[in-house]
């Protein structure tokens, strides 16, 4: 084999091991890094009757990890890679009751509990040789189906309106910039209009506190 040959080998090997590596890594670590990044720019919010609150409502979930609140008015929620749950609080005052809160903390749980960043990273890492952008928003899509299922199951299974959550997401959806909630399905495809017909319940007290958090 000649000198140049070889050499061409070399760098070939090296270009494939460098996209490889990239590909692999890349929407693992972008998420991972994105999420970080976003409690080092807004910082948590470290108030106690919620946190009491937040804990009672995930103690009765059955999900044993934390949660806690990213100091920013974005709308937002995600799990960190180990399991550990955030929400923000321009979120948290959109909600109405508890049971809305039990829904986003279930679909972001259900996330981390069914293994969908990795396997993401995954499909990322052995991408198909047809349509990989189209497979890749279907995977996408049915994670967030299945979050959504996952939590609807469990609100249900423990004493939670798992309905409540559609009058979030439809109040959400009428907000001009909301049509879409950061990387999750489009607000509108989530929406059950049959399950809008369960009244929606007017906590006070549910306010209250999220009142007095957004004022601490
Ligand atoms: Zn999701």
């Excluded at 809305?100 to 499909?123: I, K, P, R, T, W």
């Excluded at 967030?144 to 109040?171: K, M, N, P, V, Y």
């Excluded at 001009?176 to 209009?193: G, V």
Aim: hydrophobic residues 40%; proline residues 3%.
């Amino acid at each position: 084999m000649s000198h140049k040959l070889n050499l061409l080998y070399v760098f070939t090997a090296l270009l494939l091991h460098f996209f490889a590596t990239t590909l692999a890594t890349e929407p693992w670590n972008t998420d991972q890094q994105q999420d970080h990044q976003l409690i080092k720019e807004h910082g948590l919010i470290h108030h106690v009757l919620f946190n009491q609150q937040c804990q009672k409502t995930l103690a009765q979930l059955a999900i044993t990890t934390t949660c806690q609140v990213l100091n920013s008015d974005m709308i937002n929620a995600f799990s960190l890679a180990d399991g550990n749950l955030v929400i923000s609080l321009g979120l948290l005052k959109k909600t109405r009751n508890r049971d809305q809160m039990a829904h986003v903390l279930a679909h972001e749980f259900a996330h981390h509990q069914l293994d969908h960043f990795h396997e993401l990273a995954q499909f990322i890492a052995k991408p198909p040789t047809f349509f990989p952008k189209r497979k890749l928003h279907k995977l996408r899509q049915k994670q967030e189906h299945d979050a959504d299922d996952w939590a609807d199951e469990r609100l249900q299974a423990h004493g939670f309106d798992h309905r409540q959550i559609h009058h979030l997401w439809q109040q959400l959806s009428q907000s001009e910039q909301l049509k879409k909630w950061s990387d999750h399905a489009p607000l509108q495809k989530r929406i059950d209009t049959k399950a809008l017909q369960a009244t929606v319940l007017i906590d006070p007290e549910w306010r209250l506190l999220i009142r007095d958090l957004s004022q601490r």
